[in-house]
């Protein structure tokens, strides 16, 4: 009885520090009240969010003005070196990642870094254990399961609207692990070619939680061991609808990403908007700032949503692309051949003739595209064969199996699959 006069006391002291405007002394009532084990009522429950959305303001102040230091130092050095490649750490990526060039396009590959992709694989799945715990067990099941509905119209090469509270838990499960294996090897072919400069400005359009910034950390975690990683400064630029996704990627980031030992420094910048409203936050983004621009499967089959989002990009790659930057695409193959309604074969001019298609609508110049594929075929293979094929020959998911047998009754094993063309562009002039 004495602990609920306390409490009952404490809840009137802290209604009367309220309205006398007496905020430190409210403070100091709602930690003692929190300690004593005392539910919140509603509004000192109102009051903790107040404080929690304070503090991440002041959190995003600070780290506004450290990234508009960093960019002005950045502006100031001359010097951008370009990561000469290394043969071994070349030959050690064709190796670990079974990569076989099978023409001048279509680039297959079977294989994994184990040490890089298990680890990232298994944090993940710890994180996503976390964050469902936190949720009662038969609302996570619907929420789920809602999620999943809207995400799985990527199957299909159609558009999700990606606004359940799941959806960033989902993609993490679904296609994440995936879309970074994609990435990853993307900006191998761009360091291959000396194109990656170790001071390097990113624009990643329709961002998801960062894929393409994981996707160049872990591989520039893979070459530590090869070589001496002259000082990176990495400026990546999150330009998302959902802040979700920006939310819990950079969650996830801050727990996985930020404790390995790499001698890289990256500064986010989020910019939450939809691209179809972009005419009104033109100014937003640096002009002449970006040597890449990414943009990774935010291509519409609409004919009308794909004409108006073009017209964004080709805004942004005007306004906010250096003459010497480059543009990375990344499109499933389904989905580009799908937008001309043309069937994917095994024919190399009609796919280069669907690539220039694609790119002229966007108003780009091809530098080189790569069909990045599982099974070194451009036909789909059928189902139960591709099955088999991925059992004998694919990496596994052996971490990210479970939770999604668990949660979505999925029987079958994962696999790091590929089926995306990855195209490096320039602007015309």
């Not at 802040?243 to 390995?260: K, T, V």
Request: with cysteine; charged share 25%; net charge neutral.
């Amino acid at each position: 009885m004495n602990n609920l006069i306390v409490n009952w006391w404490r809840s009137q002291q802290f209604k009367l520090s309220l309205k006398r405007g007496d905020i430190r002394r409210a403070v100091q009532l709602l930690q003692e009240i929190q300690k004593s084990g005392a539910r919140f009522s509603w509004l000192e429950k109102l009051f903790r969010d107040k404080l929690q959305l304070e503090r991440y303001s002041q959190e995003y102040k600070r780290q506004t003005e450290t990234l508009s230091k960093q960019l002005t130092e950045a502006f100031q050095q001359k010097d951008n070196l370009i990561l000469i490649p290394d043969e071994e750490f070349v030959k050690y990526i064709y190796k670990v990642f079974n990569l076989i060039q099978h023409d001048e396009s279509k680039l297959q590959s079977t294989g994994i870094d184990e040490r890089i992709f298990d680890d990232l694989e298994s944090n993940l799945v710890e994180y996503l254990k976390e964050e469902f715990s936190k949720i009662p067990e038969k609302q996570l099941f619907i929420k789920l399961e809602d999620a999943l509905e809207d995400i799985n119209n990527l199957k299909i090469g159609q558009d999700p609207d990606y606004r359940f509270s799941l959806t960033p838990h989902v993609y993490f499960m679904k296609y994440f692990l995936e879309n970074v294996y994609c990435i990853y090897l993307a900006w191998f072919l761009i360091y291959q070619d000396a194109l990656l400069p170790s001071k390097v400005n990113i624009l990643d359009i329709a961002a998801g939680p960062g894929t393409v910034a994981y996707g160049l950390a872990l591989f520039l975690q893979s070459s530590s061991d090869f070589f001496h990683i002259p000082q990176m400064h990495i400026s990546y630029y999150s330009l998302e609808k959902q802040d979700a996704f920006q939310f819990r990627g950079l969650q996830f980031w801050r727990r996985y990403i930020e404790s390995r030992l790499m001698p890289i420094n990256t500064f986010f910048r989020f910019v939450t908007t939809d691209i179809f409203t972009w005419k009104s936050q033109s100014n937003n983004l640096p002009q002449d700032f970006f040597d890449f621009i990414v943009i990774s499967h935010c291509f519409f089959i609409d004919k009308a949503k794909r004409v108006e989002a073009n017209n964004t990009y080709k805004q942004i790659f005007a306004t906010s692309l250096k003459n010497s930057g480059y543009i990375l695409l990344i499109v499933q193959d389904k989905k580009i051949f799908k937008i001309y309604d043309i069937h994917q074969v095994e024919n190399q001019e009609q796919e280069k003739n669907v690539v220039d298609k694609f790119l002229a609508e966007l108003g780009l110049e091809l530098v080189w595209y790569k069909y990045l594929t599982s099974t070194g075929s451009r036909t789909p293979l059928p189902i139960a064969e591709f099955g088999k094929f991925a059992r004998e020959k694919l990496p596994k998911q052996l971490y990210m199996s479970p939770i999604l047998q668990k949660y979505f009754a999925q029987k079958h094993q994962l696999h790091y699959t590929l089926d995306d063309y990855v195209i490096l562009a320039k602007k015309l002039f």
